[in-house]
């Protein structure tokens, strides 16, 4: 009987430790969590990052499973061939592949620089860079830096190694808990693992480690991106040796150009594109800007846009262009040919064939919301799996860079902030009630607020969510909010509902008129600080106030950010039916509705519902029995992942 229970122990324990080979990422788009630039090449290699696209400064390759530590187990070992090659004409020296294991919610939230990359929190990276390796542990800087090298087991002597030659190389890192020593081995791929490793350094890694972790790559820099990084295979295990990678399997790697040949295979390369050009370019231009109209597209015509004319005003999907990433994807601004107007276009991808009639009526049903307060939706257009939505313009930008930045010139005077707030609070009013059926937005956040040129605000990206609804496959991940705003009750069921999304604008009311984000990093602890808990703390100590935006300076009316805190903590009640709709959000901001003081409920359990909330929010865990993991995008929204 005994023997059974320590039997069942055995194998319950062990299939709580994450192990898996990847020798090359063919067929593994729904294994890995791939944002930015990061994507898998149709021969199985796993790109981070692409020289040809360089505005995008982050990109993500995780495995997207949580991996589970257990407090007095946490040895691991992996090993991975990556290859990096730098192209002509580039400074850019610090930018490398991370490897990464960290919790996310601190660590993949923002696009910054390498240097600020690695936030200090909860985090055990490797950094791989054209001729060094530092290891990072919860820290900006790294414990430890070496050149790269490896030691020749027969000479006995070690060989510098260059990281960014192109050249595929293999790492190994092991962690043994018992002697809390990482080991880092270098060698060329193909060479068998040396028998001594390049870097051995006492670490405490239980210091990084939370219960669930992630683990995967990253990229990231302030310069201009300027190398091609490719992964071609991945070994991870947790209880013993990771499994060697098998080199028959592995994919080679694109083509990297070397200069002696490349002169010679130019020249002819020109010829040949010479003639094919001459000869083909005309057939591809016109099958380029082919516009493919169904049938029952028909309808839809009028708010249909030609692609060549998006092309055009995008200047053929420039990344210079490019406004910003959202959920959803990539946004270009455009000056459209014809009209000389400035549109904002962005594309969506959409790969399921058969949604896409639904996809368009829903399109022309939200080209009908109209409201002065929500950024127009001007049309569609459509290019094999590519679809494009065309927006107005909105010249300022979105309000967070104005909310969050420390400069002075930005800062918003409290009336404009007033403004804004009552503005988005009566378009939303107009999505839940306004219309002919129900919009949830489900996505509010100040980032998703724009400001036209005379600094009006709109509300962006409503209905979007909806469209992924007609869109069955389980597989495809799609939106369900973002991290700091998805209402407690939404984590747990998954439904979004209108009072979920007044609990955002409850926290968008907060960042407004604090100036902060509702997750923030300590300085002094690296603990996170969360926006609803300080605003709370502060009107149960009698003196909300103290929470309010310190670049204001106190240059308010008093009364006036009282009624827009306490009305932010109305709104975040735990409790869905505690929260007032958006009917009454307005009516108390116009004053025509006296705001009720908090209960002493919301007191007693608002804490730990917080805390609740937040944890289930980024461990999306079993749902019907089915599981769904969350994981978060570089632009801090969480996707779901069914299963
Ligand atoms: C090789 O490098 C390792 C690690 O940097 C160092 O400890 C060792 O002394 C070197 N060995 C030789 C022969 O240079
Ligand atoms: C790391 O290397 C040291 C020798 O430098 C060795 O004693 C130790 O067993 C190695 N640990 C792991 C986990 O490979
Ligand atoms: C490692 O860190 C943990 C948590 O901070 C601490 O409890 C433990 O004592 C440390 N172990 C060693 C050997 O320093
Ligand atoms: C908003 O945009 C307009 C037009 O582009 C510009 O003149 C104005 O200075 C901007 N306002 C701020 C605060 O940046």
Redesign the pocket.
């Known amino acids: 009987m005994i023997l059974i229970f320590l039997f069942m122990l055995l194998v319950h324990s062990s299939a709580n430790e994450t192990k898996f080979v990847y020798n090359g990422f063919q067929g593994s788009i729904n294994k890995l969590h791939l944002d930015g630039l990061a994507s898998i090449l149709p021969n199985g290699v796993l790109q981070i990052t692409n020289s040809s696209q360089s505005l995008q400064h982050i990109s993500h390759a995780f495995y997207p499973h949580p991996i589970f530590f257990k407090p007095n187990h946490l040895?691991f070992?992996t090993t991975f061939v990556f290859a990096m090659n730098r192209l002509a004409r580039t400074k850019a020296r610090d930018s490398g592949i991370i490897f990464a294991i960290a919790s996310l919610i601190a660590n993949f939230n923002k696009a910054i620089p390498l240097t600020s990359c690695l936030s200090p929190h909860h985090i055990f990276a490797v950094v791989l860079q054209a001729s060094k390796v530092n290891i990072n542990l919860n820290s900006l800087v790294p414990i430890d830096s070496v050149l790269g090298a490896y030691y020749l087991d027969k000479e006995g002597v070690n060989k510098t190694l260059v990281l960014n030659s192109g050249k595929p190389v293999q790492i190994w890192i092991?962690?043994?808990d018992t002697?809390l020593?990482?080991?880092v081995t270098l060698a060329p791929f193909g060479h068998p693992k040396p028998s001594?490793?390049l870097l051995?350094r006492h670490i405490n890694f239980s210091t990084a480690v939370l219960q669930n972790m992630y683990t995967g790559f990253s990229y990231c820099t302030n310069h201009v991106s300027s190398n091609n990084q490719y992964i071609l295979g991945w070994s991870w295990n947790q209880n013993g040796k990771a499994e060697d990678l098998d080199p028959s399997k592995l994919p080679s790697l694109p083509r990297i150009r070397h200069k002696r040949h490349g002169i010679l295979i130019g020249l002819i390369a020109v010829l040949v594109v010479l003639i094919m050009v001459v000869s083909a370019g005309w057939i591809s231009w016109k099958k380029k800007f082919q516009e493919l109209l169904e049938p029952w597209e028909k309808e839809y015509a009028s708010q249909r846009f030609l692609y060549r004319d998006l092309y055009v005003a995008t200047k053929g999907f420039r990344s210079s262009e490019l406004l910003g990433v959202g959920g959803f994807g990539k946004v270009y601004k455009g000056v459209l040919p014809s009209t000389n107007v400035e549109v904002a276009v962005k594309r969506v991808s959409h790969n399921s064939k058969q949604g896409i009639r639904e996809f368009v009526a829903e399109i022309s049903s939200m080209r009908r919301l109209s409201h002065r307060n929500l950024v127009q939706l001007l049309g569609y257009c459509r290019k094999e799996g590519k679809l494009f939505l065309v927006y107005e313009h909105m010249a300022n930008g979105s309000l967070d860079k104005f909310l969050f930045s420390q400069d002075k010139k930005l800062s918003l005077t409290w009336p404009l902030r007033l403004k804004i707030v009552e503005g988005v609070a009566s378009a939303l009013l107009y999505l839940h009630e306004g219309w002919e059926q129900v919009v949830l937005h489900r996505d509010v956040k100040a980032s998703n607020v724009l400001l036209d040129a005379k600094m009006n605000a709109k509300l962006g990206d409503f209905g979007l969510a909806r469209l992924y609804d007609h869109n069955n496959d389980p597989r495809t991940t799609h939106v369900v909010g973002t991290i700091g705003y998805i209402a407690p009750e939404v984590s747990r069921t998954q439904k979004p509902t209108t009072k979920a999304d007044v609990y955002a604008f409850g926290m968008f009311l907060l960042e407004v008129g604090c100036g902060r984000r509702p997750i923030g990093i300590q300085r002094e602890t690296g603990e996170e600080d969360f926006l609803s808990d300080r605003v709370y703390d502060c009107w149960k100590r009698g003196e909300i106030l103290k929470a309010s935006d310190p670049k204001m300076k106190g240059d308010y009316q008093e009364k006036e950010m009282e009624l827009v805190l306490k009305l932010g903590l109305l709104c975040l009640h735990p409790k869905a039916k505690e929260r007032p709709t958006m009917r009454q959000v307005v009516q108390f901001l116009d004053g025509s509705l006296t705001l009720p003081d908090l209960t002493s409920e919301y007191d007693i359990e608002s804490h730990s519902w917080f805390w609740e909330g937040w944890r289930k929010t980024y461990s999306l865990t079993t749902s019907n029995g089915a599981e769904t993991y969350g994981i978060m995008s570089s632009t801090n929204s969480v996707l779901q992942y069914g299963r």
């Open positions: 040895s070992s092991d962690y043994n002697e020593l990482v080991n001594r490793c051995s």
